[in-house]
């Protein structure tokens, strides 16, 4: 079997892969080099902590797949505990922490409740005061996402994987096929679109409309060492990590719909700011800024993604509201699985859920969910 794969993220490379392992013959396409899209911008917090029954499983997946991986071709996982928690006066979010820890527990994941005191004796370098409820992770950790996009790429190859880096195609609309710049075709037996912020208008090419939103969102390194846990504080809207400069912190999310050929690269003012008081707050932080950067997530109208066939012999992985990279290793390998008729699919992710017209609202991808539900 002849698979284009066209977009060379994390979900790209790591389907590529899958694909050649499993014998067949594949050209991995990216307008750019590998990882030089939303992948290499990423914060790499990983963790399995979802309330969905599929979520879980994939992300269950994906811990396992990075466990495995690590060590290997320049890529580490570092293990390391996921808080999230909501402040006192945030009750919305305070109810809703218990409640989806416990469904996260039902689906087997490691997620436990814990009491504000708890909180302050497992983890002193976290200030609780303020705290109101607060959950705790086991089954989670951290990484360079750069590192797993070049481990995979490696893997890629090794297998067979044909590279054509610096290559923008579109999708053939009388495929399945891509089309190159100077308008050659060539045929395959199955087309995979991952490109990230750019799908709508890859596949807007080929005549099928998705409702997928790219939006910014942003991230900076911090030069102050932090040995702490991975925390998200839900009520002001910011995580950090542990990173070998010091601190990894970001969301700064702006839900606006951005033009993924022309986008302001560069962390706003408020975001660093907002950033700072937060981690004062949090873990009596004084940051410190190395780095700071925007980067581009996707949305769909319902928060979840798009993966499956949209037509024959034409497949799509996109669409992952902030969690992409997490879940990489795990729909990777899904998608890859589809295309060579292993899998009948996620029904969720199905992306004929949606006709391509909606209209909705950009939603911010790490909110805990406030029903709770
Ligand atoms: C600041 C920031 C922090 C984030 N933190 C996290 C996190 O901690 N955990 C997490 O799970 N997720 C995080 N995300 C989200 C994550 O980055 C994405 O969900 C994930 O990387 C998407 O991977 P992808 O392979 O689908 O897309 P991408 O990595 O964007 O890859 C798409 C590729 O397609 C290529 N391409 C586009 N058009 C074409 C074309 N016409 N022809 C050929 N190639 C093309 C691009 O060059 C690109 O390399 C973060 C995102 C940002 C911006």
Redesign the pocket.
């Known amino acids: 079997m002849n698979v284009a794969v066209?977009?060379?993220?994390?979900?790209?490379v790591t389907a590529a892969h899958d694909l050649a392992a499993a014998g067949a013959s594949v050209t991995l396409?990216?307008?750019?080099e590998?990882?030089?899209?939303?992948?290499?911008?990423?914060?790499?917090?990983?963790y399995d902590a979802y309330a969905e029954d599929v979520d879980a499983e994939l992300g269950a997946r994906s811990m396992e797949r990075f466990r495995e991986f690590s060590g290997t071709g320049g890529f580490e996982f570092h293990e390391c505990p996921y808080v999230f928690l909501a402040r006192e006066g945030d009750d919305e979010v305070a109810d809703a922490i218990p409640r989806s820890a416990a469904r996260m527990r039902a689906h087997g994941r490691p997620v436990d409740a814990v009491a504000p005191d708890e909180l302050a004796e497992r983890f002193p370098a976290l200030r609780t005061d303020d705290v109101a409820a607060a959950a705790v992770a086991g089954n989670a950790g951290w990484t360079d996402?750069a590192s797993y996009v070049g481990m995979m790429t490696d893997r890629a190859t090794g297998a067979g994987v044909e590279l054509r880096a610096n290559?923008?195609?579109?999708v053939d609309p009388d495929g399945p096929g891509i089309e190159a710049e100077d308008g050659a075709c060539t045929d395959y037996d199955a087309v995979l679109v991952?490109?990230?912020?750019?799908t709508k208008r890859?596949l807007a090419d080929a005549d099928v409309d998705v409702p997928v939103k790219p939006y910014r969102?942003?991230?900076l390194t911090s030069s102050v060492a932090y040995d702490g846990p991975m925390c998200y504080d839900a009520t002001a809207g910011v995580y950090f990590r542990p990173h070998p400069t010091g601190l990894l912190g970001?969301d700064g999310t702006v839900p606006v719909e951005s033009d993924p050929a022309e986008w302001d690269r560069d962390a706003d003012g408020w975001f660093l700011e907002d950033l700072g008081d937060a981690l004062r707050t949090r873990a009596g932080y004084d940051q410190e800024v190395e780095r700071a950067?925007?980067?581009?997530?996707?949305a769909t109208p319902d928060g979840d993604p798009l993966l499956g066939e949209l037509r024959e012999d034409l497949y799509v992985?996109?669409g992952?509201q902030?969690?992409?990279?997490?879940?990489?290793p795990a729909t990777g390998e899904e998608i890859a699985a589809q295309v060579l008729g292993d899998s009948d699919g996620v029904p969720a992710f199905d992306p004929g859920r949606f006709s391509g017209g909606e209209e909705f609202e950009i939603r911010e991808g790490m909110a805990v969910e406030r029903d709770g539900s």
């Open positions: 066209v977009g060379a993220g994390a979900v790209g396409y990216d307008r750019d590998p990882g030089s899209g939303s992948s290499g911008r990423a914060a790499g917090v990983l996402p290559e923008p195609v579109a991952a490109t990230g912020a750019h890859v969102v942003q991230a970001g950067w925007a980067g581009l997530c996707t992985a996109a992952w902030g969690h992409g990279f997490m879940r990489a």
